[in-house]
């Protein structure tokens, strides 16, 4: 792993910090040509780098990509005891097989990120692949309690070969995928599709409690089956805006 600067750390110890295998905070450590240390967490990274860390952590692939907001994998009295961020931004070529193929931004001042906005990492192996389990339409109401509405912001469940189930929301899509949302949920096509405003919605529940699960869902003309006829890129919520509130389809 280099930076810019003419000081190069390189990584010599990575782990993953959090309570069940495979899930956690990456967590590393480098040294630099000079003996400078330098160990922390990660704030953001690229497809590459999130694959080659699975790939260290001897899984096979990357799996769902989050902050660890509200201290969800990782609580603030554990990360008391350990540094803070120590890396903006990593990068690693597709394929990546070593750490010195990928490129860093250090953070100059640590202090600006607070307990909870760093980057948590799923790994998984190829037989706990996710699909399609359930879906629905929802948005929030005054007291931010979430309903099931049209129009709404797609929420989604995916499910495992061994049952393990995860929800959250689609950031993008297009309209063939709105179109057969809009009939998953009984209507008969879509009217319209775009994207919420920051205080529309369900833009709470992305930022604060669920999270995008989905960056990307896209069909087939006429598709009838989320598995068979789309495609979908699981989401790397800590690269997204999650203030907005992601694709909001409405039916007719």
Known sequence: VTQSTADSYYLRRLNLLGKDPGVGLPYFEAVSDSGKVVRGFVRKANAGALDLACRMFGYIKKGLVAENTNFKYVSEDTLATYDG????????????????????????????????????????????????????????????????????VPLVVLKSKSGAKKSGFIYTGDRNAAH????????????????????????????????????????????????KDCSFTYAESSLFDLDRAGVVVECQ
């Open 85 to 152: 961020i120590a890396i903006d931004f990593i990068q690693c070529p597709k394929d990546a097989k070593s750490v010195y193929e990928c490129s860093v931004d250090w953070t100059a001042d640590p202090s600006v990120y607070k307990p909870g906005e760093e980057l948590a990492l799923e790994c998984m192996n190829y037989d706990e692949e996710y699909y399609f389990d359930d879906f629905m339409l929802v948005s929030s109401t005054r007291d931010e309690t979430l309903t099931v509405s049209n129009p709404g």
């Open 180 to 227: 057969l949302a809009c009939k998953y949920v009984g209507y008969s096509s879509v009217k319209d599709a775009y994207t919420g405003k920051s205080d529309d919605y369900v833009a709470f529940w992305i930022r604060e409690k669920i999270g995008y699960l989905i960056s990307m869902v896209a069909c087939v003309p006429g598709a009838r089956d989320f598995d």
